[in-house]
């Protein structure tokens, strides 16, 4: 369901809706309203309660519109506006990883699908996993390990080397917004 009022659109989801842990339990669900300004194109994700308290805001501002009073949006403070929020990061879906091939010491590449909480697809990643020594220097086919219980109690070190991005639809919607990995 999505409503349009003064240049924003509100969408009510489900976080985590289709989200999972690393073991692969469900997260909690969350109701949260996703508010989009047509304008800029900014996105936010607002909590229930914070919904709630920008509704009262609007409300206000309502009455006081029919009741004769001439306001001005531009006018108004920041704390009293209910469509203005600063930007915060967003988070647009996970990945996952498996290490297992590390408890081998074998180099592992993968191609990952990076899925938002609704369970679609945003982005495509490619991704390295790199066993190294401790100055970072790729370990060599000879340091592969048929027994993974010679690592136990002992140090192992890794690269994760996120080689590309493919596909990211945040910046297909709208090419002024960054990613952070």
Same mark, same amino acid.
């Given at each position: 369901m999505a409503a349009v009022f003064q240049g924003v659109v509100f969408k009510v989801e489900i976080k985590n809706l289709a989200l999972s842990d690393s073991k692969g339990r469900d997260l909690e669900k969350e109701v949260v309203v996703r508010v989009t300004s047509l304008e800029s194109? /900014? %996105?936010w994700v607002w909590s229930k309660v914070k919904f709630v308290n920008r509704k009262f805001l609007m409300e206000d501002l309502y009455q006081q519109h /029919?009741?004769?009073e001439g306001l001005s949006m531009a006018a108004l403070p920041r704390d009293k506006d209910?469509?203005?929020d600063p930007l915060e990061p967003l988070l647009l879906g996970s990945a996952? &990883?498996?290490l297992q091939s590390l408890a081998f010491r074998i180099p592992l590449e993968e191609q990952l699908? %990076? &899925?938002?909480s609704e369970g679609t697809e945003e982005a495509i990643l490619q991704a390295q996993l790199v066993p190294c020594t401790s100055t970072g220097l790729p370990l060599g086919e000879e340091d592969i390990l048929i027994d993974p219980s010679e690592l136990l109690g002992r140090r192992m070190d890794? /690269? &994760?080397v996120l080689e590309q991005c493919c596909g990211l639809r945040w910046i297909q919607a709208c090419r002024d917004r960054g990613v952070q990995i």
């Open positions: 194109k /900014q %996105v /029919q009741g004769g209910p469509f203005w996952h &990883l498996w699908e %990076v &899925l938002s890794f /690269q &994760l």
